[in-house]
T-cell receptor, first 117, second 113 residues
Framework: ETGVTQTPRHLVMGMTNKKSLKCEQH?????MYWYKQSAKKPLELMFV???????ENNSVPSRFSPECPNSSHLFLHLHTLQPEDSALYLC????????????????FGPGTRLTVL | QKEVEQNSGPLSVPEGAIASLNCTYS??????FFWYRQYSGKSPELIMS????GDKEDGRFTAQLNKASQYVSLLIRDSQPSDSATYLC?????????????FGSGTRLQVQP
């Protein structure tokens, strides 16, 4: 596997279900991100992890729970979602500390298309 | 004021023409700038990054950065129908200490055969 992988690619769940999205990066990066992209809306940053530590939680509802066990893996645990949570969920990774302390190139996984019924 | 602003388009150009995509940003402290391409239903992929004022060329793509005017543009020469996609401009996000990126809403480009 190369780059950033995400599983599953498609997920349909009911509002009472619990599911998890998985992301793995094979690039040796130290930062990982979750984004949400709803139809006809810009990318919304959800969570940021640097060296396994969560550094940003962009006012995301508690029904989304991230987990980063190591620098290569990132999970997004989902429970009691709402239909408006249906979207494309994108994981990305980057190597921080290489651009004067500012964000550098982020590489995206293919995304998980989530539908909440 | 939005951190990154782009014209949503669609921008329609004939095959073989030059497509010019523009982006303005609000944070004068930004030092890194990115253009991503996103095909419908797919994830964004990096086209160009630029860090210094001036032009940066890579094949048919040229990124232009003007920090004084706070804009960054992307030129696509000899546009092909396969270039039809949404192009996203991204800059460091100020409220994350500039450690994460914020993305514009994207400009949809249509290249007519």
């Amino acid at each position: 596997e190369t780059g950033v992988t995400q599983t599953p690619r498609h997920l349909v769940m009911g509002m009472t279900n619990k599911k998890s999205l998985k992301c793995e990066q094979h690039l040796g990066h130290n930062a990982m991100y979750w984004y949400k992209q709803s139809a006809k809306k810009p990318l919304e940053l959800m969570f940021v992890y640097n060296f396994k530590e969560q550094t940003e939680n962009n006012s995301v509802p508690s029904r989304f729970s991230p987990e980063c066990p190591n620098s290569s893996h990132l999970f997004l645990h989902l429970h009691t979602l709402q239909p408006e949570d249906s979207a494309l969920y994108l994981c990305a990774s980057s190597q921080t500390g290489t651009s004067g302390g500012q964000a550098d190139t982020q590489y995206f996984g293919p995304g998980t298309r989530l539908t909440v019924l | 004021q939005k951190e990154v602003e782009q014209n949503s388009g669609p921008l329609s150009v004939p095959e073989g023409a030059i497509a010019s995509l523009n982006c303005t940003y609000s944070d004068r402290g930004s030092q890194s700038f990115f253009w991503y391409r996103q095909y419908s239903g797919k994830s964004p992929e990096l086209i160009m990054s630029i860090y210094s004022n001036g032009d940066k060329e890579d094949g048919r793509f040229t990124a232009q950065l003007n920090k004084a005017s706070q804009y960054v543009s992307l030129l696509i020469r000899d546009s092909q129908p396969s270039d039809s996609a949404t192009y996203l401009c991204a800059v460091p996000r100020r409220d994350t200490g500039r450690r994460a990126l914020t993305f514009g809403s994207g400009t949809r480009l249509q290249v007519q055969p």
